[in-house]
């Protein structure tokens, strides 16, 4: 029994090593086989690259060939090309060569005749003056005498022919002259025909009842007083309806006052402090408003680049006049007038332009500075730069000074034409003005004198002094003073009134 099992345990054991064996042989030949398939396919793939390289081989070398060739038969076709250029530039060349040849040959000709024909000229000078002296010589006379005497002899003959012709051209040309002069006056004065309203020195300021004529008196007449001192105005309440009336001589003044009393009858507190401040308010508004007045004249004239300040002065002539006429307008008058006339002339329109509006801006601080409204203007001008030239042309307006240029008569011709049109000026008006401006200008003179208002149509003279430098007896004397001073410059009718007004504030703050 064990030898069966040993047996069959053997036979087990070389069962197993033959199937191993077995196993590993077959193996070995399927390996075999697919190492065979691997390389047949290797060398196919081989052969077939080796293929495709000869092939592509030949089409690059076709086509090198055919490169060449193109490259051979470019080459060939530029040679040709070359040899054809070559042979038009020696043509060429051979061309110039021949003119060049040919020029010179006729500048060698041209010289030879230049120096003939120099010959020939200073031949003919020498027969010339060889002629000349034989003929002084027979006529026993120079060549500068024979001329004077041939002059003398065909102006003898036709003098009294020039001067007729000379007279009858000078008074036709004078006729002419007039003539274009009173065509070009005219077509100015056609072109610009304003109205023109004459400026008064009253105000009239409606009221919604009578009632508030009282309030605006005050008590004893406080508030009317209080509004007459700070405005500088003469406030007339009348038997008129539902209007009080603001007398002065000063436009700025009477507007302020009006401004100031239409907020206090709007507002309906009419007391002294309210009444100090709505005149400080007002005084404000009216500086704005002649700032704006300027800019205005200044938009409507075409005249930029003023400096601010002057224009405020220009505004200022807004509430001016001259023999009743508003100055600023009869300014813009003047600076249509002017270019009008600057255009016809062919003078310079802008520094005309300029010179109108500006001529009469002394007349916006005359009543404030010594001298006269010309001589103020030109200092105002000078001291703002203006160009020296507006200066000439605006200075010569009232004859002062001599017509530099031809802008200069432009502007004066342009002032009368504006101030001589009917209607435009008054005379009595502008006199009764300027008495007014010389009662103020002489008060103001003395020292210590605040500020001075001429009120009453210039029958009276209200002095504020300051109280720190005017004592009560220094006061009376001043307005002793002042009445001999009007007494002997001032002309006038009747007698004028002159009250010094001393008055003394205290003004403490509790904390």
Same mark, same amino acid.
């Given at each position: 029994? $064990?030898?069966?099992?040993?047996?069959?345990?053997?036979?087990?054991?070389?069962?197993?090593?033959?199937?191993? $064996?077995?196993?590993?042989?077959?193996?070995?030949?399927?390996?075999?086989?697919?190492?065979?398939?691997?390389?047949?396919?290797?060398?196919?793939?081989?052969?077939?690259?080796?293929?495709?390289?000869?092939?592509?081989?030949?089409?690059?070398?076709?086509?090198?060939?055919?490169?060449?060739?193109?490259?051979?038969?470019?080459?060939?076709?530029?040679?040709?090309?070359?040899?054809?250029?070559?042979?038009?530039?020696?043509?060429?060349?051979?061309?110039?060569?021949?003119?060049?040849?040919?020029?010179?040959?006729?500048?060698? +000709?041209?010289?030879?005749?230049?120096?003939?024909?120099?010959?020939?000229?200073?031949?003919?000078?020498?027969?010339?003056?060889?002629?000349?002296?034989? +003929?002084?010589?027979?006529?026993?006379?120079?060549?500068?005498?024979?001329?004077?005497?041939?002059?003398?002899?065909?102006?003898?003959?036709?003098?009294?022919?020039?001067?007729?012709?000379?007279?009858?051209?000078?008074?036709?040309?004078?006729? =002419?002259?007039?003539?274009?002069?009173?065509?070009?006056?005219?077509?100015?004065?056609?072109?610009?025909?304003?109205?023109?309203?004459? =400026?008064?020195?009253?105000?009239? $300021?409606?009221?919604?009842?009578?009632?508030?004529?009282?309030?605006?008196?005050?008590?004893?007449?406080?508030?009317?007083? %209080?509004?007459?001192?700070? %405005?500088?105005?003469?406030?007339?309440?009348?038997? %008129?309806?539902?209007?009080?009336?603001?007398?002065?001589?000063?436009?700025?003044?009477?507007?302020?006052?009006? $401004?100031?009393?239409?907020?206090?009858?709007?507002?309906?507190?009419?007391?002294?402090?309210?009444?100090?401040?709505?005149?400080?308010?007002?005084?404000?508004?009216?500086?704005?408003?002649?700032?704006?007045?300027?800019?205005?004249?200044?938009?409507?004239?075409?005249?930029?680049?003023?400096?601010?300040?002057?224009?405020?002065?220009?505004?200022?002539?807004?509430?001016?006049?001259?023999?009743?006429?508003?100055?600023? +307008?009869?300014?813009?008058?003047?600076?249509?007038?002017?270019?009008?006339?600057?255009?016809?002339?062919?003078?310079?329109?802008? +520094?005309?332009?300029?010179?109108?509006?500006?001529?009469?801006?002394?007349?916006?601080?005359?009543?404030?500075?010594?001298?006269?409204?010309?001589?103020?203007?030109?200092?105002?001008?000078?001291?703002?730069?203006?160009?020296?030239?507006?200066?000439?042309?605006?200075?010569?307006?009232?004859?002062?000074?001599?017509?530099?240029?031809?802008?200069?008569?432009?502007?004066?011709?342009?002032?009368?034409?504006?101030?001589?049109?009917?209607?435009?000026?008054?005379? %009595?008006?502008?006199?009764?003005?300027?008495?007014?401006?010389?009662?103020?200008?002489?008060?103001?003179?003395?020292?210590?004198? =605040?500020?001075?208002?001429?009120?009453?149509?210039?029958?009276?003279?209200?002095?504020?002094?300051?109280?720190?430098?005017?004592?009560?007896?220094?006061?009376?004397?001043?307005?002793?003073?002042?009445?001999?001073?009007?007494?002997?410059?001032?002309?006038?009718?009747?007698?004028?009134?002159?009250?010094?007004?001393?008055?003394?504030?205290?003004?403490?703050?509790?904390?």
């Amino acid at each position: 029994m $064990v030898d069966f099992s040993l047996s069959l345990l053997f036979f087990v054991l070389g069962a197993t090593i033959l199937g191993l $064996v077995i196993g590993y042989i077959a193996r070995q030949n399927i390996a075999k086989r697919k190492i065979g398939t691997i390389e047949a396919k290797l060398e196919k793939m081989m052969a077939d690259a080796k293929e495709e390289a000869k092939k592509m081989l030949g089409e690059a070398r076709e086509k090198a060939e055919r490169v060449l060739d193109e490259a051979k038969r470019e080459e060939k076709e530029y040679k040709v090309q070359l040899s054809k250029s070559e042979e038009r530039l020696a043509r060429r060349e051979e061309s110039i060569d021949k003119r060049q040849a040919q020029t010179n040959k006729e500048a060698t +000709l041209l010289q030879d005749k230049i120096k003939k024909i120099q010959e020939i000229k200073v031949e003919v000078e020498n027969l010339k003056t060889r002629t000349e002296k034989e +003929l002084e010589n027979i006529a026993g006379l120079s060549r500068d005498d024979a001329k004077n005497m041939l002059l003398e002899k065909v102006e003898s003959q036709i003098k009294d022919d020039v001067l007729v012709r000379m007279h009858k051209m000078e008074k036709y040309g004078k006729e =002419e002259l007039e003539k274009k002069a009173r065509e070009i006056m005219i077509l100015s004065m056609q072109r610009y025909s304003s109205s023109q309203a004459s =400026e008064v020195s009253t105000t009239s $300021v409606p009221l919604p009842n009578d009632e508030i004529k009282g309030k605006i008196i005050g008590k004893e007449g406080r508030n009317i007083r %209080t509004l007459e001192r700070l %405005t500088g105005v003469e406030i007339i309440v009348d038997d %008129t309806p539902e209007a009080i009336t603001i007398s002065c001589f000063d436009p700025v003044r009477r507007q302020i006052a009006k $401004v100031a009393l239409e907020k206090l009858i709007s507002d309906g507190r009419i007391q002294p402090a309210r009444i100090e401040e709505t005149v400080r308010d007002a005084e404000e508004a009216i500086k704005a408003k002649i700032q704006e007045a300027g800019e205005a004249a200044t938009y409507e004239a075409g005249i930029v680049g003023l400096d601010p300040k002057l224009i405020h002065i220009i505004g200022r002539l807004a509430f001016r006049t001259s023999y009743g006429q508003n100055v600023l +307008l009869h300014s813009l008058e003047m600076v249509h007038i002017g270019a009008m006339l600057a255009e016809e002339l062919g003078a310079d329109v802008a +520094l005309v332009k300029k010179a109108c509006l500006l001529h009469d801006v002394g007349k916006a601080v005359d009543h404030q500075i010594q001298g006269s409204h010309v001589e103020i203007g030109r200092r105002i001008l000078q001291k703002f730069g203006m160009d020296e030239k507006i200066v000439e042309a605006m200075q010569a307006h009232h004859e002062e000074y001599p017509y530099n240029s031809i802008e200069s008569r432009i502007v004066q011709t342009a002032d009368a034409l504006s101030a001589s049109r009917p209607g435009a000026r008054r005379g %009595t008006l502008e006199h009764y003005l300027k008495r007014l401006e010389e009662l103020e200008k002489i008060a103001n003179s003395f020292e210590g004198v =605040e500020k001075s208002y001429a009120i009453q149509a210039g029958r009276e003279i209200r002095v504020f002094v300051t109280p720190e430098k005017i004592d009560d007896l220094t006061g009376k004397k001043m307005a002793r003073d002042i009445a001999d001073r009007i007494e002997q410059e001032i002309k006038f009718p009747g007698e004028i009134k002159v009250t010094v007004i001393r008055e003394m504030r205290a003004i403490e703050y509790a904390k």
